[in-house]
């Protein structure tokens, strides 16, 4: 793309370039950004990301996924005064930490955007340490940005961040293909996308499906796959990973099932594409159930009990998901809330 000269640079910085929900994240923002700023993106390497955006720059390094690489902060920084950045919004947490640290060499306004504090969930024995940390660094950003109410609680109550620091704006998607249920034939047909590995459990959604009169197909990658692979019934189909998954008007039922998440992005892009949903009872999920689908616990029996319900009436269920969509989700009607908010912090 030409850069232009009168326009404001904004740089996304996230850890790993593969396909996931940060990454869709930085995608969709550079679309509706393209019009006002000029963007670049800073990741491990030349993957799904790089490959998908219309940014104007790019630097690939994978030192980013290390801890702390100072090699890596050097050439961070030099990239930033090169570019005359104006504004970097940080994602993920490696990127999260060398996007605020960049502020010894370049002080540059940072914002931090939340998809899940990985420092409560995945913390584990360290869970004390890194929300200190993270605490820290929410003081040299210039702002944290949630994606869930469920996210914004958290950063205040149990990590202690600034309530002037934070932002609520609940993840949003681009609009894509609906359902036609006019069109449906055979079985109900439920899909899930996500990476094989913790702390999703499709482990429990093949547990949940192997007596039921439904077909159930993965969508993704990753260490768990080929163990799942060798315990699922014949009603389970591993479609692999798939850059770019947007079939979902091809299913009757999205289903994601999670020991933690933020607001996933998934569920999201399923609502918009007019399908009842089934999600874990954990982070940002209740935030996209009003009537569209189930909250669920994370047992196999809750996952069928909810899955029977949703089989006899989807188009209900349909509908309610495209309603909602529209009303809180749709990022065409919002994208101007993302463009003041950024504005704000380059002025």
Not at 11 to 33: C, H, M, P, Y
Not at 176 to 192: P, T
Not at 287 to 293: D, K, P
Request: aromatic share 10%; net charge neutral; charged share 30%.
């Amino acid at each position: 793309m030409s850069i232009s000269k009168d326009r404001k640079n904004i740089l996304f910085i996230v850890t790993k370039s593969e396909n996931g929900g940060a990454q869709r994240w930085v995608k969709e923002q550079i679309d509706i950004l393209n019009e006002s700023f000029n963007t670049y993106i800073v990741t491990d390497e030349e993957g799904w990301l790089i490959q998908s955006a219309k940014m104007d720059g790019y630097l690939v390094d994978m030192k980013i996924r290390s801890l702390f690489s100072y090699s890596f902060l050097k050439k961070f920084a030099k990239y930033v005064k090169d570019n005359n950045i104006d504004l970097i919004v940080a994602g993920t947490a490696n990127a999260g930490v060398y996007g605020r640290l960049v502020k010894v060499y370049e002080d540059k306004p940072v914002i931090y955007v939340s998809h899940g504090w990985s420092s409560i969930y995945n913390g584990g024995k360290m869970q004390f340490i890194y929300t200190r940390i993270e605490r820290f660094l929410s003081i040299i950003s210039e702002s944290v940005l949630c994606i869930s109410g469920s996210d914004y609680k958290r950063a205040k109550d149990d990590i202690g961040i600034d309530e002037r620091k934070l932002k609520l704006i609940v993840n949003k998607s681009m609009p894509i293909r609906k359902r036609d249920y006019s069109k449906k034939e055979g079985r109900l047909k439920i899909v899930n996308v996500a990476r094989f590995k913790h702390p999703k459990r499709q482990d429990l959604l093949i547990e949940a499906v192997k007596d039921l009169d439904v077909d159930l197909y993965l969508v993704g990658d990753g260490p768990s796959k080929s163990e799942l692979e060798d315990k699922a019934s014949k009603n389970v189909h591993f479609l692999g990973e798939i850059n770019g998954f947007d079939s979902f008007y091809e299913y009757d039922l999205f289903a994601l099932i999670s020991d933690s998440e933020g607001l996933p992005l998934s569920g999201v892009e399923a609502m918009s594409a007019g399908i009842p949903l089934i999600l874990s009872n954990v982070g940002g999920c209740p935030e996209l159930i009003e009537g569209n689908g189930f909250l669920v616990e994370n047992n196999p029996e809750d996952i069928k009990e909810a899955i029977k319900k949703i089989s006899k009436e989807p188009q209900d269920y349909s509908k309610k998901s495209v309603e909602l969509f529209d009303a809180k989700f749709n990022l065409i009607k919002s994208k101007d809330i993302y463009i003041d908010y950024y504005s704000k912090y380059i002025s």
